[in-house]
């Protein structure tokens, strides 16, 4: 599934919004820091009240980040797996008509086998008819 059209096309998709979401954060990161030392750097200045309401703010900041990062990583994982659902939702007719017209009862993913022979793999055949009739999946 992985290395056919469609599976490189999830991929490339999510590793793209991956890699937009890691630089949105990064760049959340780096403010949170530089708010971090400019606080820190006028702990002298500021009341200890006021101090207190600053480090807290920051505290709410790191939180809030944080529950946003996971949400969004977790969104990604979600999309992964819709799009990994609606791909075998579109292999397993062509698995059936494959196995009809070839009288096939039974059809293995490979991992799951211990020992065959290598005459008996299909997979080639149907790598190239999945990658004729499935070009991409489009991720949520």
């Known amino acids: 599934m992985q290395d056919s059209s469609a599976g490189k096309s999830i991929k490339k998709q999510l590793k793209k919004k991956r890699e937009a979401n890691i630089a949105k954060f990064k760049k959340i990161e780096e ?4 708010k971090e030392k400019d606080i820190i750097s006028k702990k002298n200045i500021l009341s ?77 055949e149907i790598f190239d008819i999945v990658n004729k009739k499935i070009k991409d999946i489009k991720i949520d």
């Open 48 to 124: 200890q009240e006021e101090f207190k309401k600053k480090m807290v703010s920051l505290r709410e900041d790191i939180v809030n980040y944080q529950k946003e990062r996971n949400k969004v990583f977790n969104e990604i994982n979600r999309s992964r797996v819709n799009a990994s659902s609606k791909l075998i939702n579109k292999l397993t007719p062509i698995l059936e008509d494959y196995s009809k017209k070839n009288s096939i009862t039974l059809i293995i993913q490979k991992k799951n086998i211990v020992i065959g022979k290598k005459n008996i793999d299909i997979t080639p």
């Open 31 to 34: 403010d949170i820091k530089k």
